[in-house]
Each structure stands twice: as C-alpha cells, then as structure tokens.
C-alpha cells in the first residue's frame, strides 16, 4: 500500500479534529447571532467584509473573492439582503457594466448592534481558550495555509 494515499495518525487527528472545531465553532456563532440579532450568520460576514471597505462598499466581484463564495450564492444572497434594506446594489460609475454592493444605514445598524455580541462569543468560544503563544501559532499556521491556497488559481 502506497502510504502517500493516506494521513498518518497524527495528520489525522489534526485534520479531523481542525474540521470539528470548525464546524461546530462556525455552528455555535451562527446560532448565537441568529438568537441575539436579526442577521444570519452570511448577513454578517458580507456586512463585516463591506464595512471594513472603503466607503461601505466593494465591487460585487471583489465582495465574492473576500468571502470565497461562487458567484450565483453571492447574488442569490445580496438579493435576500437588498430586500431587507441592509444592502443596496448599484452600477459602479466607472464600469457601467459592473455593480458595487453598498451597506444601507439599516445594515450599518445591524451590524454595530450585532457586533459586540459576537465578539463576546469569539472571545468565550475561542480567544479565552488559548494563551496569547497558542494565538500566534494558530495565526501562524493559518497565514501559510492562506498563503499556500492564494497560489492556486482555480481553473477558467
């Protein structure tokens, strides 16, 4: 058997074990914020990404890219945000053919009331945890596999 096919115990149980905490973390905040706001989990991460832009905004593009989401996901969920007044699309003025997502006030509201709220559980679920050295790692460890994928260019 070739061994290159398969994770060695150890590999394994970081892998699995990165994967759990993952999911299990992403599902305890998204639950969490969905008690304690209006917003869903997406909600969020679209509002953090466009109000940490330069002027509350970003290409629609540039939106996917930063949240890693497909194209059709994105548009399908702008779309549901838009129609709760939390974000607005509009033609970009320099490429007509392009639209740029903008946070409405509503958005804005949303999220700085949500926000506390869910840095507090960051913190209890997971900064509270670890020693300001097991940070660094994790940073560390994050930033080369971050580093490593943002060499892949996925095929047109």
């Not at 740029?100 to 700085?112: A, L, Y």
């Not at 050295?133 to 080369?144: G, I, K, P, Y």
Request: hydrophobic share 40%; net charge negative; glycine share 4%.
């Amino acid at each position: 058997m070739d061994d290159n096919k398969w994770l060695a115990a150890h590999e394994d149980t970081a892998w699995r074990s990165l994967q759990e905490m993952h999911r299990r973390l992403d599902g305890e905040l998204a639950r969490r914020l969905s008690a304690e706001s209006g917003l869903s989990y997406p909600d969020y991460v679209v509002l953090v990404a466009l109000t940490a832009s330069e002027g509350d905004e970003l290409r629609l593009f540039e939106l996917g890219e930063r949240l890693g989401w497909e194209k059709s996901r994105l548009s399908h969920h702008i779309t549901r945000m838009v129609k709760r007044d939390l974000v607005v699309k509009q033609r970009c003025p320099e490429d007509q053919r392009g639209w740029s997502v903008v946070v409405t006030r509503h958005g804005r509201d949303e999220i700085e009331a949500a926000a506390p709220s869910h840095v507090e559980a960051v913190r209890e679920l997971f900064v509270n945890l670890l020693t300001r050295d097991q940070l660094a790692v994790v940073a560390e460890v994050s930033n080369s596999v971050l580093a490593r994928l943002a060499d892949i260019r996925p095929e047109d």
